[in-house]
């Protein structure tokens, strides 16, 4: 199972991106995926998160800026960054969990990782 990421790119602060998660490959059935990102020389921090059919999760510093959404049909996850910040250039992973059913906050929970995307923000 391969996860691919995409739309990652150069933005001025104050704009938008749209990033986008899809697996590959494999079928891949999974019942929560998230978004990290690892800044330079910071560590890797879960930025949003979503169960299915539960309310997403949200790093403290993107609530209101950020939304993740699910596309159902097309087995994609979609994480709407609006207002971005310098603070939020980083390379953006997303990643599933296939075996548990409910939240984690633990990186080590999600046992599938897309190859990251570069979210830089001019300011």
């Known amino acids: 199972v391969q996860l691919q990421a995409s739309g990652g790119g150069l933005v001025q602060a104050g704009g938008s991106l749209r990033l986008s998660c899809a697996p590959s490959?494999?079928?891949?059935?999974?019942?929560?995926m998230a978004w990290y990102r690892r800044a330079p020389g910071k560590s890797r921090e879960l930025v949003a998160a979503i169960t299915r059919g539960s309310t997403p999760n949200y790093l403290d510093s993107v609530k209101g800026r950020f939304t993740i959404s699910e596309d159902n049909a097309k087995n994609t996850v979609h994480l709407q960054m609006n207002n971005l910040k310098p603070e939020d250039t980083a390379v953006y992973y997303c990643?599933?969990?296939?075996?548990?059913?409910?939240?984690?906050?633990?990186?080590?929970?999600?046992?599938?990782w897309g190859q990251g995307t570069l979210v830089t923000v001019s300011s």
């Open positions: 490959g494999s079928a891949v059935s999974f019942n929560v």
């Open positions: 990643a599933v969990d296939t075996t548990g059913s409910s939240f984690s906050s633990s990186a080590s929970a999600y046992n599938y």
